[in-house]
């Protein structure tokens, strides 16, 4: 199994700023998932991240809203842009584990905009 | 398009009972099926991975099948404990796309939120 950190684990922000959320794994990965998780509801995937390319995004996320990094294949960020109260989700990084393609998550940032 | 359903939505049962969490799918090209679970506020912890060739997996007290020309994967927990109580995500993955050999994304479920009262 991988081990995935997330920071922060939670936050508030005021709206129109922009919040960074870091993940790292503890091996090295191809792809890192980033998934939006909004109150009572199940996981939507915002965007696949791979190293040494840009960001596959998922219908209805662009990346003007939710640019990501992926500077190396342990470490992924993604920001929310102008923050709304829409906005406040949890936000989880997933990798796939090898050779079984099971997937793994991290803790999840949980986020606030008043 | 893959739609994912899981009934119950919720779920309330005392200490000690089986339980059995149910999921189904609407496209049986299903390249596996994971369940998870997710504490208030927290991450998915990975429970099982079922490949689309397997019947069934353990892990301690719980057991998932799938009845993949069904389209249904159930989640059994036996001698459910408040320890248990979560809530409970199945998600379906398809085969890998055929051209560039890539990940397909989970699609999950609503989820079944389970309380094990003592």
């Known amino acids: 199994s991988a081990v995935i950190s997330q920071k922060p684990s939670r936050d508030i922000c005021q709206r129109g700023t922009s919040l960074t959320i870091q993940c790292q794994v503890d091996?090295?990965?191809?792809?890192m998932f980033w998934y939006r998780q909004q109150p009572g509801q199940s996981l939507t995937l915002i965007a696949t991240?791979?190293?040494?390319?840009?960001?596959?995004?998922e219908s209805g996320f662009v990346i003007d809203k939710f640019p990501i990094s992926r500077p190396n294949l342990t470490f992924s960020t993604l920001t929310v842009s102008n923050m709304s109260p829409e906005d406040s989700s949890i936000y989880l990084c997933s990798v796939v584990g090898p050779y079984t393609g099971e997937l793994f998550f991290g803790e999840g940032s949980r986020l606030t905009v008043l | 398009k893959q739609e994912v359903t899981q009934i119950p939505a919720a779920l309330s049962v005392p200490e000690g009972e089986n339980l059995v969490l149910n999921c189904s799918f609407t496209d049986s090209a299903i390249y596996n099926l994971q369940w998870f679970r997710q504490d208030p506020g927290k991450g998915l912890t990975s429970l099982l991975l079922?490949?689309?060739?397997?019947r069934e997996q353990t892990s301690g007290r719980l057991n998932a099948s799938l009845d993949k020309s069904s389209g249904r994967s159930t989640l059994y927990i036996a001698a459910s404990q408040p320890g248990d109580s979560a809530t409970y995500l199945c998600?379906?993955?398809?085969?890998?796309?055929?051209?560039?050999?890539?990940?397909?994304?989970?699609?999950f479920g609503a989820g079944t939120r389970l309380a094990v009262h003592p």
């Open positions: 091996s090295q990965v191809t792809m």
């Open positions: 998600a379906v993955r398809h085969l890998p796309l055929p051209i560039s050999g890539g990940y397909n994304k989970l699609i």
């Open positions: 079922i490949q689309s060739s397997q």
């Open positions: 991240a791979n190293q040494g390319s840009e960001a596959t995004y």
